[in-house]
T-cell receptor, first 111, second 112 residues
Framework: DVKVTQSSRYLVKRTGEKVFLECVQD?????MFWYRQDPGLGLRLIYF???????EKGDIPEGYSVSREKKERFSLILESASTNQTSMYLC??????????FGSGTRLTVV | GDSVTQMEGPVTLSEEAFLTINCTYT??????LFWYVQYPGEGLQLLLK?????DKGSNKGFEATYRKETTSFHLEKGSVQVSDSAVYFC???????????FGAGTRLTVKP
C-alpha cells in the first residue's frame, strides 16, 4: 500500500522555536507538496518541489522554508514559530496527473 | 487563474437521503478533476477522479461527471450513511503541470 508518512500527528512548540515537519513517501514520486489547512480557508499551498534540491514557493511561503535532499523526503521548516502558524499541516506527493496522495497530517500548536 | 468553487456547508442529511455537493471550476485547457474526502483527524483521501469531458468517476457509491459545457463536477450519492460524514473537497490539476487547486471544502454530517 502506497504511503505518505508524516513524522508527527501532534506537536506543541513554543514561540520562536525552529520547527521541522518531516514527510516521507515510498512511491518514488517526483512531486511533493506542503499545505496548511485552517477552518474556513481550505487548503493553502506553502511550498512544493518537482525534483530533488528543487523548491518553488506556493501561495503562502512567508515564515516557512523547505528542504528536499532526497527524492523521498520533503521537510517543512518554520524558522521561528509564531502563534499564527498554529494549524494542520498536510504533506502530499504525486507522480503524474492521477492525483495526490496525502499524509495523515500534523496538527501543530504554537504557544 | 485556475480555481474551484464548491457549495458552502455544512450539509446535514438523514441516513439514506440523496446527496449532491456542487462544484464548478475555472480553468484554461482541459484540467483533470477530483473529489477528495477527509474523515475527522485524518488527511485527505482520493475519492474519485475524471480526466476528460463526459468521464464519470465513481467509488463507494459516489459519482461525479465531468461536464465541460457547464464547467462542473458535482458529487452525488443516492443513499448516504452515517459513515459518510466527513469534509469533501473538489479539486483540479491544470493541464500544463501537476499543481492542484482545491475548493474550500464542504462538511457533510449524516444523522441516523
Amino acid at each position: 500500500d502506497v504511503k505518505v508518512t508524516q513524522s508527527s500527528r501532534y506537536l506543541v512548540k513554543r514561540t520562536g522555536e525552529k520547527v521541522f515537519l518531516e514527510c516521507v513517501q515510498d512511491m518514488d514520486h517526483e512531486n511533493m507538496f506542503w499545505y496548511r489547512q485552517d477552518p474556513g480557508l481550505g487548503l493553502r499551498l506553502i511550498y512544493f518541489s518537482y525534483d530533488v534540491k528543487m523548491k518553488e514557493k506556493g501561495d503562502i511561503p512567508e515564515g516557512y522554508s523547505v528542504s528536499r535532499e532526497k527524492k523521498e523526503r520533503f521537510s517543512l521548516i518554520l524558522e521561528s514559530a509564531s502563534t499564527n502558524q498554529t494549524s494542520m499541516y498536510l504533506c502530499a506527493s504525486s507522480g503524474d496527473r492521477a492525483g495526490y496522495t496525502f499524509g495523515s497530517g500534523t496538527r501543530l500548536t504554537v504557544v | 487563474g485556475d480555481s474551484v468553487t464548491q457549495m458552502e456547508g455544512p450539509v446535514t442529511l438523514s441516513e439514506e437521503a440523496f446527496l449532491t455537493i456542487n462544484c464548478t471550476y475555472t480553468a484554461t485547457g482541459y484540467p483533470s478533476l477530483f473529489w477528495y474526502v477527509q474523515y475527522p483527524g485524518e488527511g485527505l483521501q482520493l475519492l474519485l477522479k475524471a480526466t476528460k469531458a463526459d468521464d464519470k468517476g465513481s467509488n463507494k457509491g459516489f459519482e461525479a461527471t465531468y461536464r465541460k459545457e457547464t464547467t462542473s463536477f458535482h458529487l452525488e450519492k443516492g443513499s448516504v450513511q452515517v459513515s459518510d460524514s466527513a469534509v469533501y473537497f473538489c479539486a483540479l490539476t491544470r493541464q500544463s503541470n501537476n499543481d492542484m487547486r482545491f475548493g474550500a471544502g464542504t462538511r457533510l454530517t449524516v444523522k441516523p
